[in-house]
């Protein structure tokens, strides 16, 4: 099976999503800001949401893998449980009394249950039910309800914690604590799974490259709503809240020593959560043509390019009124299409937060976006470009829309 991200608007083949039943269950008015979420979703809704944004996917040709299935498939082989364990349960977390115990009750689950719980989180009683009950000041402080490891519902995006770009893959380590046990998921997967084990590192025919190293790149996060991959070469990054630039200097230097990127851009984002995310903001609907937000304005940029070897970049500063232009020669365009919506400030601002710019491209000028976004769909097919649109009343409160869900496995170039 080929994996390969080659533009942000070619033919979308194969897809990774998450459906995070147990995990959104767990999201309650007293933990949701822990947990990186603005309000609790109806969850019976969000997971029929889900389920008919699927189907779409599917019925416009594109291969969709779950990632909790292929989390109970990696978690079958013992190197990928111990992978993931090792890095979940230790006792700078747990205290050297209830680590080992907590361990080896988790130990005791078949794939599918501890598949279920690396997602969802354990609750202390949950623990005991398995008969683990250390005598642990740790642990014994805990109330039954409380979790020993936290759900994660912000697996249902996809797109940040791993990205695809070019011929390989990065394994972003993530910027909020809530999100960071989501790379050891990924890390396994990739690393065991049948599906890419074979070619984890291994470019080539079937394989390839790791762009990013997940746990070891960190304290240095990167975040895939942030990248856009352009085509020929060239990719669009954010410098967001989420996104620091050593993380960008890294990737561009993954990226050039195999020669799979000559050209990245990046953008000096304002460090808020309203522009969380790249995608949040600005996205590519078809060659040469972006949606943007008209909050976002105009913004710092660089272009990154190989240097005189492989420890060296050149990096060129480009003023803000000059970022069009950055992004247009990186992909060797004379100009780039730039699509603002007219609205009033407030409605601009209602729909930026309803993800109206998180448009999932399914292929050139054809891209799925949430039907509430009513101006900016309206907008867009004003420019040629075809909504296909899908319910997102509930999922849209996850602040995030079809691209941030999505992580494209394989999409043809532009």
């Not at 998921?185 to 984890?200: D, K, L, Q, S």
């Not at 990719?235 to 996104?243: A, K, P």
């Not at 990737?251 to 020669?259: H, M, N």
């Amino acid at each position: 099976m080929t994996f390969y991200v080659g533009s942000e608007v070619g033919k979308l083949r194969q897809v990774l999503v998450h459906i995070p039943e147990l995990a959104l269950k767990r999201l309650t008015p007293s933990n949701k800001d822990d947990l990186l979420f603005d309000d609790v979703l109806w969850v019976e809704r969000a997971l029929e949401e889900h389920e008919e944004w699927r189907e779409a996917l599917a019925a416009h040709g594109v291969q969709v893998h779950v990632l909790g299935d292929l989390i109970e498939e990696t978690v079958a082989a013992p190197e990928a449980r111990k992978h993931i364990l090792d890095g979940s349960v230790d006792e700078r977390w747990f205290g050297p009394l209830a680590a080992d115990a907590i361990r080896n009750a988790l130990e005791t689950l078949d794939a599918a249950a501890l598949a279920r719980f690396l997602t969802g989180g354990i609750t202390k009683r949950e623990i005991m039910e398995l008969g683990c009950d250390p005598k642990s000041i740790a642990f014994h402080t805990l109330r039954d309800d409380d979790f020993v490891l936290s759900p994660l519902p912000n697996h249902m995006f996809t797109r940040d914690t791993s990205c695809w770009v070019y011929d390989g893959v990065s394994v972003n380590a993530m910027r909020k604590k809530a999100r960071r046990r989501e790379t050891l998921n990924y890390e396994a997967v990739y690393r065991w799974h049948p599906m890419f084990a074979p070619g984890y590192g291994s470019p080539g025919a079937g394989g390839f490259h790791v762009w990013y190293h997940g746990t070891r790149t960190a304290p240095a996060t990167v975040e895939g709503g942030d990248v856009l991959v352009l085509g020929g070469g060239a990719v669009l990054v954010g410098m967001s809240e989420r996104t620091q630039p050593q993380a960008v200097e890294m990737l561009a230097t993954s990226l050039f020593a195999a020669g799979s990127a000559s050209r990245i851009v990046a953008l000096d984002m304002p460090k808020a959560r309203a522009f969380m995310h790249l995608d949040t903001v600005m996205t590519n609907v078809d060659v040469g043509v972006f949606i943007q937000y008209a909050g976002l304005g105009m913004l710092p940029s660089y272009t990154i390019e190989p240097g005189d070897n492989e420890k060296e970049l050149k990096v060129t500063d480009h003023a803000p009124e000059d970022m069009h232009t950055a992004i247009a020669q990186a992909m060797g365009l004379d100009s780039i299409k730039v699509l603002t919506p007219t609205q009033d400030v407030r409605s601009a601002e209602r729909e930026q937060w309803d993800d109206g710019c998180n448009v999932l491209a399914l292929e050139p000028g054809v891209v799925m976006a949430y039907e509430r976004n009513t101006t900016t769909n309206e907008h867009l097919r004003r420019h040629g470009i075809e909504v296909v649109t899908i319910r997102g009343s509930e999922l849209g409160r996850g602040r995030g829309g079809p691209r941030c869900m999505s992580c494209p496995l394989e999409r043809d170039a532009a």
